[in-house]
């Protein structure tokens, strides 16, 4: 992405309508690569959204840092190599992005397993007094009927 805002692209003279399709094309590139973040943030499934926009931010972390450390493995004492001793700082930013992310989803899992779970207990306390409930009505209904006598007004 970083070469896509430079300009980096093309290496060689072309005109300027390829130009302009490969910068589609890159843009295109970038927008659906990071899709899967947007949707994993903005979805009404908190829980599934969390775990799969970790495991996916994780797959990209674990992609950038093998990828600079084969670039810093080219760090050597020509002026080339020298460059690629500090190649590893551009990539800050995108290591602090990712980090954000995972500490999001890590959040955004962690409070949907702590609403299932007290949503889970309140079931079962609901289920408990219910339940409850539930068995003094039986007891009552297996009751003896008490024995009516009618009691006249006026006469003892």
């Not at 460059?83 to 962690?110: K, S």
Request: proline share 4%; aromatic share 14%; hydrophobic share 45%.
């Amino acid at each position: 992405m970083i070469s896509l805002f430079s300009g980096d692209i093309i290496p060689f003279t072309v005109p300027k309508w390829l130009t302009t399709l490969v910068y589609l094309v890159a843009s295109f590139e970038v927008g659906v690569a990071n899709l899967p973040f947007f949707a994993c943030l903005s979805t009404t499934h908190r829980g599934l959204g969390g775990a799969l926009g970790l495991m996916y931010t994780l797959a990209w972390l674990i992609v950038a840092v093998w990828k600079v450390r084969c670039v810093h493995a080219m760090c050597d004492e020509s002026l080339l190599g020298s460059v690629m001793c500090y190649q590893w700082l551009m990539w800050w930013p995108y290591f602090l992005c990712l980090g954000f992310l995972m500490f999001r989803f890590g959040i955004m899992l962690a409070r949907e397993v702590k609403n299932r779970l007290q949503k889970n207990n309140e079931q079962v306390d609901e289920d408990e007094v219910l339940q409850s409930h539930q068995y003094r009505y039986v007891q009552t209904l297996l009751r003896r009927p008490e024995r009516y006598t009618p009691h006249r007004h006026g006469h003892l």
